[in-house]
């Protein structure tokens, strides 16, 4: 069982940046694939970044590159999401994800195994 805790959420100024963390518990995170997924009011959830258990291989969503970066610290349990340039569109209940795979831009809230309770982004205009 892995439980997982997102944090860094807040209210911020569009232009502005924010980073998430989200720690893991257990001693295999290493082992898994972890991701960010956001849901705005009204909307479905939808994935935003995912990297792989060894962080040699990310994804973005379109909207998001050049703007947010995910990373992790196997040593600290936590995976980041850096997140620049914000914009009142990004405003959603970011989530942290985990997955025995990675699966890139295939990554769907279906075949996550572990997910945290979120944390409020919000970005005013």
């Known amino acids: 069982q892995v439980q997982l805790v997102e944090s860094g959420g807040g209210l911020v100024q569009a232009g502005g940046s924010l980073r998430l963390s989200c720690v893991a518990s257990?001693?295999?995170?290493?082992?898994?694939?972890m991701y960010w997924f956001r849901q705005a009011p009204g909307k479905e959830r939808e994935s935003v970044a995912a990297?792989?258990?060894?962080?040699?291989?990310?994804y973005l969503q379109d909207s998001v590159k050049g703007r947010f970066t995910i990373s992790r610290d196997n040593a600290q349990n936590t995976v980041y999401l850096q997140m620049n340039t914000l914009r009142p569109e990004d405003t959603a209940v970011y989530y942290c994800?985990?997955?025995?795979?990675?699966?890139?831009?295939?990554?769907?809230?279906?075949?996550?195994?572990?997910w945290g309770k979120g944390t409020l982004v919000t970005v005013s205009s």
């Open positions: 994800a985990a997955s025995r795979y990675y699966r890139g831009s295939y990554g769907t809230i279906n075949n996550m195994d572990y």
């Open positions: 257990g001693r295999t995170f290493g082992t898994y694939a």
């Open positions: 990297i792989s258990g060894s962080g040699t291989m990310t």
